[in-house]
């Protein structure tokens, strides 16, 4: 009975020694991944406001992805797999993530929204959150089995920070690295670093814009609404079947543009030319950059998206822009640009369906990147964290559709399919959706 007793202490005693290492490993990291995205979110809103009040910068768009374009050849290295490549380290740890991966996406995601390029921030604070770990985890000697942990945490420590969604930043470190399958293992450290990064993020003075579903219709009475159910079902299918489109052309266009561009530079210098020719097609702007600051009066943002009037089309001008940024070469993320795309998605759909606008913008908003990211559950618990928990359900039936719809497809071709979306003969175990795209 005695040595079972100092047996079950030990253990727990043990329990608190490691508890007590990883907080004092993570806690450093989170706070210098939170004011690395306070640093760059700051950066961001300036050159989005220089971008306004000097239109004549997006001539200089070619320029400066030439130049984005040439660093990268010359020092970037393996920094040019960006969230790939953190994804494939945490699958098997091996030569690690480069130090200079954080500060050339950072300038680089700052340039191409300075001159107008159409791209998001996600990827910036991921890669920012990723670098900065593996560098930490060297320092702090871990092994093959702490390396994978840490870089989950230095992701979600960036994602948490990045939109002000630490529980989603948490799970979404966890799912993204495997379509159909949570690397539980890493939930406490990821929740951790995720927390403290958003906290250290907003005291420096980092504010996230707020959102809000004002509508009450069909959502506050206690039992579940069928119609509006089954139309947010419907709206579901477009929502995953768009997220597959956006990750397709994108992964097409790139594909092109390096198999006929040799030079790797002039990718992003053809890409600027081609957003300028598109702002002078569609003659306007309002689909550069961000897309959450306003420029003028009764522009399309993802603010207005949320409200009246109907935009019927803005959700495909800004996936061509985006898609046409990204995939010649321009840096940042692709999720910022998925929400404005599905939650102009919603708002075209919303007078169709029936469903106040405000709230099939907020489920587009957070399903289309569900389908893109296939990660449903972190993007579920981003949509309770951003409009509220009274509209869970119909945020988790959109994000859970527009995955299952989305397909073996997706943004971040590292992921392995753990549980196949469907039946998939011949599907390698572990098999990474780029394999897939393979066939």
């Known amino acids: 009975m005695r040595a079972n007793l100092m047996s079950f202490i ?49 001539f200089l768009l070619p320029v400066a992805g030439f130049l984005i374009g040439l660093v990268y050849m010359k020092i970037g290295g393996k920094a040019e797999g ?19 991966m954080a500060p050339l996406i950072l300038v680089a995601t700052v340039l191409t929204h300075l001159f107008g390029g159409s791209a998001g921030r996600e990827g910036t604070a991921v890669q920012m959150g990723g670098s900065l770990a593996s560098a930490w985890g060297k320092l702090c000697k871990l092994d093959a089995d702490g390396m994978p942990v840490i870089l989950m945490a230095g992701i979600a420590a960036g994602f948490g920070a990045v939109f002000g969604t630490p529980i989603a930043g948490a799970v979404f470190a966890m799912e993204v690295l495997a379509v159909g399958r ?24 980092i504010h996230h814009t707020a959102y ?89 943002t993802i603010p207005s998206l ?6 019927d089309w803005s959700w495909l001008l800004k996936m061509v822009f985006t898609v046409v940024t990204l995939s010649f070469g321009f840096k940042g993320g692709e999720v910022t640009p998925l929400f404005f795309i599905g939650a102009a998605l919603g708002n075209a759909l919303s007078p169709i369906l029936g469903v106040p606008v405000d709230l099939l913008a907020a489920l587009g908003f957070v399903a289309v990147f569900a389908g893109a990211a296939n990660t449903p559950l972190a993007c579920t618990l981003m949509g309770i964290e951003l409009f509220g928990a009274t509209y869970g359900l119909y945020i988790a039936v959109a994000c859970f559709i527009a995955y299952l719809c989305s397909g073996h497809s997706g943004i971040y071709l590292s992921q ?5 979306k469907r039946a998939a003969p011949g599907l390698a175990a572990d098999a990474t959706l780029r394999d897939v795209r393979k066939k």
Request: proline share 6%; charged share 10%; hydrophobic share 55%.
């Open 10 to 58: 030990a253990e727990r005693l043990r329990h608190v020694g490691i508890v007590l290492r990883w907080t004092a490993i993570l806690a450093p990291l989170a706070m210098a991944v939170g004011a690395a995205c306070a640093l760059f979110l700051w950066a961001l809103d300036q050159a989005t406001l220089l971008r306004f009040q000097y239109p004549w910068l997006l």
């Open 182 to 205: 949570v690397q539980y293992r890493a939930l406490v450290p990821c929740l951790g670093a995720a927390l403290l990064a958003d906290w250290t993020c907003q005291t420096i003075g």
């Open 212 to 300: 809000h579903i004002a509508s009450p219709m069909g959502v506050t009475h206690p039992l579940v609404d069928p119609s509006l159910l089954l139309k947010v079902s419907v709206a579901a299918v477009a929502f995953g079947l768009t997220s597959l489109v956006f990750a397709e052309a994108n992964h097409r266009l790139g594909g092109w543009a390096k198999k006929t561009i040799g030079f790797a530079p002039l990718r992003p210098a053809i890409g600027g030319l081609a957003v300028i020719a598109l702002v002078y097609l569609c003659g306007t702007r309002d689909y550069l950059g961000l897309g959450i600051l306003s420029e003028h009066a009764g522009a399309v």
């Open 306 to 311: 949320f409200a009246l009037p109907i935009q």
């Open 82 to 100: 960006g969230n790939n490549l953190i994804v494939e380290q945490i699958h098997a740890p091996g030569g690690g993530v480069p130090f200079r």
């Open 416 to 420: 392995r399919i753990a549980v196949p």
